[in-house]
């Protein structure tokens, strides 16, 4: 048994160091023996995840992307999980051609990721990094500056999944309208928790706040691009807290430098870290380092989602978590 855990979120201290241990104690079984191991090899470029993926029978991944070339190096996969909730660096597609399960950590921080979501929104909406900053530089006091609350107000949000569900109860809070574009789900989701279901244009022309939880995909890449950004209220504001390639960076900031929405904030970028972004250079768009979901409980709760579900791929039993479904009309 051979399980390759390619780069970790959180290396100290190690999650997974007692994993075959306590899976055999946990059972009271010998499952393995001294010829099995779990490596760290910390890789995030194809070719040296190939590398250290061979003969893998559990793949376990963060950042390092997992294609179709890795999959056919390591051999005969059991499992491969993502450290996370989003999996866009897993080649689901052809993981399901070869029969391999893919799982994630659904669910350890959506409230963390929906909350961070709306702490942006309230910071730039006040500009409170700017007025930070240049209060501390002497620059501006007081009834000098001005504020654009987002209170009454509409909050719309882009993909209604865990973290967009979240989100809701927290922009009602605030006293918002929310509304909602989702095209992959059923109307009784939206009836559920009482929110309109509204097209994508529509929901452009009437947001104060355009918040994004949708995921990663060919369909949504740059799904926030020039054209979109002349659709919404010159007072609006972007929130990213999903996926940094929904959003046309540059695009981005000649949208707000130039007065077609009011302001930004993203806590994901379209290469991370984001050394080279334009957004750096933005005033009107608020930044953090992708740590929304970073609080000490959603690790503690995406470890043992992870462990969890490795110590059943390790046992041959059900998994609890698996994406791509489909997968079992290829292994039977």
Not at 62 to 83: E, K
Not at 92 to 110: F, H, K, L
Request: aromatic letters at 6%; glycine letters at 8%; hydrophobic letters at 40%.
């Amino acid at each position: 048994m051979r399980v390759v855990v390619t780069d970790r979120p959180f290396p100290q201290p190690n999650p997974y160091h007692d994993l075959l241990e306590t899976t055999d104690a946990l059972y009271d079984d010998a499952l393995t023996g001294p010829e099995d191991e779990i490596v760290y090899p910390e890789v995030t470029t194809e070719e040296a995840t190939v590398e250290a993926c061979r003969g893998a029978d559990v793949i376990v991944t963060f950042i390092a992307p997992i294609t179709g070339r890795v999959m056919d190096a390591a051999g005969d996969v059991s499992l491969i999980v993502r450290q996370g909730a989003g999996y866009d660096n897993i080649d689901v597609t052809a993981a399901t051609e070869r029969g391999i399960p893919v799982s994630n950590a659904p669910d350890y921080g959506s409230k963390d990721v929906a909350s961070h979501g709306l702490a942006m929104a309230m910071a730039a909406s006040h500009d409170i990094v700017r007025a930070d900053r240049q209060l501390r530089s002497n620059e501006g006091w007081g009834s000098s500056r001005v504020i654009e609350p987002l209170h009454s107000g509409t909050y719309g949000i882009v993909g209604l999944g865990r973290i967009g569900r979240r989100a809701v109860p927290m922009a009602r809070g605030l006293g918002m309208d929310v509304i909602a574009y989702d095209p992959v789900l059923d109307d009784d989701i939206f009836e559920a928790l009482d929110v309109e279901p509204v097209s994508f244009d529509d929901l452009l022309d009437r947001s104060d706040c355009v918040a994004l939880h949708a995921p990663l995909t060919d369909v949504t890449h740059h799904m926030f691009s020039a054209e979109e950004f002349s659709k919404m209220k010159s007072s609006a504001i972007l929130v990213n807290v999903a996926r940094g390639p929904l959003v046309d960076e540059d695009a981005l900031v000649e949208a707000v430098e130039s007065g077609e929405i009011r302001a930004a904030a993203l806590d994901v970028f379209e290469s991370e870290p984001p050394t080279d972004s334009p957004v750096l250079e933005c005033d009107g768009i608020t930044v953090s380092p992708h740590h929304a979901g970073s609080s000490p409980a959603a690790k503690e709760r995406k470890i043992s989602i992870v462990r969890d579900e490795i110590e059943r791929a390790l046992r041959g039993e059900a998994l609890h978590n698996v994406v791509n479904q489909e997968v079992y009309q290829f292994r039977g």
